[in-house]
């Protein structure tokens, strides 16, 4: 059965690289000036070469964006079950070789942190947990969704990979959406930081958005950990994977997020640095290629970044989170993941949104203007 593998096999790492950086003003304005962007348009909109067309690719990206979803921005929740996890994983607050206490939420629990939740007004939410099969596996995934699906309009999941049979069953009691992020797309890259447990299997990684095609899962999330490898090549590849899933399952919705490496325990420190204004271009050069893909963006971000990207492509965004196991009411001081960077409240952030009217902010590009300076510059 063919794969997003047989596809991925075609291209070489640093070919792709070298085609990156090799592109040009000519090709950039090419580019821009496209009805329709393809994969070598990508590779020139986040090449070096773009770098002064910044502001341009974020005027334009405001009004697709506006054109396409309106005023809307979605907000969801992250609520993490467990820590617990098999997995070595280098950059990994939960990995296997943290020695941390693990712990895993009962259904009660559940229930108080699903009542928190509530209480801020969310209405999506995406359960968390390590890769743990023998205490997380399919069956505990199951019964946490049964338990909450009445409450929620969609249930998203970010857990291990599964077989399509698994899947099968967690759609029949509402699962909704399934992000599942390769990491980095560097084969040689991703056996260093994955060199123990069922994650280390980089092809069965790669293969599991197919499975979620076939289970007929209604949107897929994809993503690359920036940070591990060189950000260029790991987002084209995402590209890559993004247009092949859409032509292969094109009845499945999708969705790309950003995260970058945030401090935690037993941390790890970028190979490749990723700079705000490198994340922005990125952002932009992915509303130019895709004008329906979601784009999500967590509190991994800083609060300044955060609010002036939110006009400029991003379609969903999430507050408040906590990235430890029952750790909004049940055990607020257990581990995290990984620190988070916009502390603000659920609150805060739905009055930010609010709060920007956006016909006066996209006027002229004005706050593009003020997005160069206070983030780019």
Not at 53 to 65: D, G, K, P, V
Not at 170 to 190: F, P, W
Request: glycine fraction near 6%; charged fraction near 25%.
């Amino acid at each position: 059965m063919s794969t997003f593998k047989n596809i991925f096999e075609q291209y070489d790492w640093n070919e792709t690289l070298s085609g990156i950086l090799s592109k040009t003003e000519t090709d950039v304005i090419h580019a821009m000036s496209a009805s329709k962007r393809d994969l070598e348009d990508f590779k020139a909109l986040i090449s070096p070469a773009a770098r002064p067309f910044l502001e341009q690719m974020a005027q334009m990206s405001s009004r697709i964006t506006k054109k396409r979803f309106g005023n809307t921005i979605q907000m969801y929740a992250p609520m993490y079950l467990s820590n617990e996890c098999q997995n070595i994983c280098t950059y990994c607050g939960f990995s296997m070789t943290n020695k941390i206490p693990r712990r895993t939420l009962t259904d009660r629990e559940i229930l108080k942190e699903v009542d928190f939740l509530k209480s801020k007004g969310y209405d999506h939410i995406l359960l968390v947990t390590g890769e743990a099969n023998r205490t997380v596996g399919v069956d505990y995934i199951n019964n946490a969704i049964q338990l909450i699906q009445s409450k929620f309009a969609n249930i998203t999941i970010e857990v291990q990979p599964l077989d399509q049979s698994d899947y099968n069953v967690l759609k029949e009691s509402g699962l909704y959406a399934v992000l599942v992020y390769q990491e980095t797309y560097h084969r040689e890259e991703y056996k260093k930081h994955h060199p123990k447990g069922k994650k280390s299997n980089f092809n069965y990684r790669l293969e599991t958005p197919d499975r979620l095609g076939r289970a007929g899962i209604h949107k897929i999330g994809l993503g690359a950990l920036f940070g591990l490898e060189d950000w260029r090549a790991d987002s084209f590849f995402t590209a890559l994977h993004l247009q092949y899933l859409q032509k292969t399952y094109w009845k499945t919705k999708y969705s790309i997020s950003f995260p970058r490496l945030r401090p935690h325990s037993g941390g790890l420190e970028p190979k490749v640095a990723m700079t705000d204004s490198d994340l922005a271009q990125l952002i932009c050069a992915y509303r130019l290629l895709d004008e329906d893909v979601e784009l999500s963006m967590s509190t991994r971000e800083s609060e300044i970044f955060r609010e002036n990207i939110v006009n400029l492509g991003i379609t969903s965004i999430s507050a408040e989170s906590k990235t430890n196991p029952g750790g909004y009411v049940v055990d607020p001081q257990s581990l995290e993941q990984f620190e988070i960077s916009d502390e603000r409240s659920t609150e805060e952030i739905v009055k930010m949104l609010k709060n920007k009217d956006l016909d006066v902010i996209w006027k002229d590009g004005a706050y593009n203007w003020q997005f160069t300076n206070q983030i780019v510059g």
